[in-house]
């Protein structure tokens, strides 16, 4: 069974600095995708950015990119010029073939120091 | 854009009663899958849908039960209330027909989730 380890329940950072969430997995799969999602007080789950195993590019999406280290298994979301906006819960999960469900991991809670 | 529709937003329910919670997916979209997240805990998986046939089951209780529809919206149905079944229930949606692994483009979309409260 495929699981999602994230090690830091907790992170904080101060407005317009970067900041490095960590996520490692388990698989025995070739192909499948990473995602990361964030989770607000509102407790809207949001996508983030998601990593096609395939591909070596790591994924950008603005401010959010990933540092995807396939041999390692790991997936670490970075966010530059942290912003207010930012503070969520925010959960690694891990989705193989087509019409699989998603595994989280049990996330990281991300502070923003004004 | 249409996102994944659930309802209600809120119910509140004594122990030993019967809840339905009702979730209808982005347009197009042709798999359903029903997420269960605890206080403070990450989101479990309970139950999927693949064309209305259930392709995936997680740790549900035999309580729940669930169905997809023939215009593809989901119930799920949680008889016998305990207390320990409140919790913020999510519905996701996804296209995945015909969609290879290859293709990057079944994400999962997430509804607003149901927040069940049992007393």
């Known amino acids: 069974a495929q699981t999602v380890t994230q090690s830091q329940p907790e992170m904080s950072v101060q407005e317009a600095e970067t900041v490095t969430l960590s996520c490692t997995y388990d698989t025995s799969e070739s192909d499948y995708y990473l995602f990361w999602y964030k989770q607000p007080p509102s407790r809207q789950m949001i996508l983030v950015i998601r990593?096609?195993?395939?591909?070596?590019q790591n994924a950008t999406e603005n401010r959010f990119s990933v540092n995807f280290q396939k041999a390692a298994k790991s997936f670490s979301l970075k966010i530059s010029d942290s912003q207010l906006g930012d503070a969520a819960m925010y959960f690694c999960a891990y989705r193989t073939a087509i019409n699989e469900k998603l595994t989280f991991g049990t996330g990281t809670r991300l502070t923003i120091i004004p | 854009a249409a996102g994944v529709i659930q309802s209600p937003r809120h119910l509140i329910k004594e122990k030993r009663e019967t809840a339905t919670l009702k979730c209808y997916p982005i347009?197009?979209?042709?798999?359903v899958y029903w997420y269960q997240q605890g206080p403070g805990q990450d989101p479990q998986f309970l139950i999927s849908?693949?064309?209305?046939?259930?392709?995936d089951k997680g740790s549900i209780p035999d309580r729940f039960s669930a169905q997809q529809f023939s215009d593809y919206h989901s119930e799920l149905n949680m008889s016998s209330l305990e207390l320990g079944d409140s919790a913020l229930y999510f519905c996701?949606?996804?296209?995945?027909?015909?969609?290879?692994?290859?293709?990057?483009?079944?994400?999962?979309?997430f509804g607003a989730g149901s927040r069940l409260t049992v007393l």
């Open positions: 347009p197009r979209h042709d798999t």
């Open positions: 849908f693949y064309e209305k046939m259930q392709s």
């Open positions: 996701a949606s996804s296209f995945d027909r015909g969609v290879s692994i290859l293709s990057g483009a079944n994400v999962l979309t």
């Open positions: 990593q096609e195993a395939y591909k070596q």
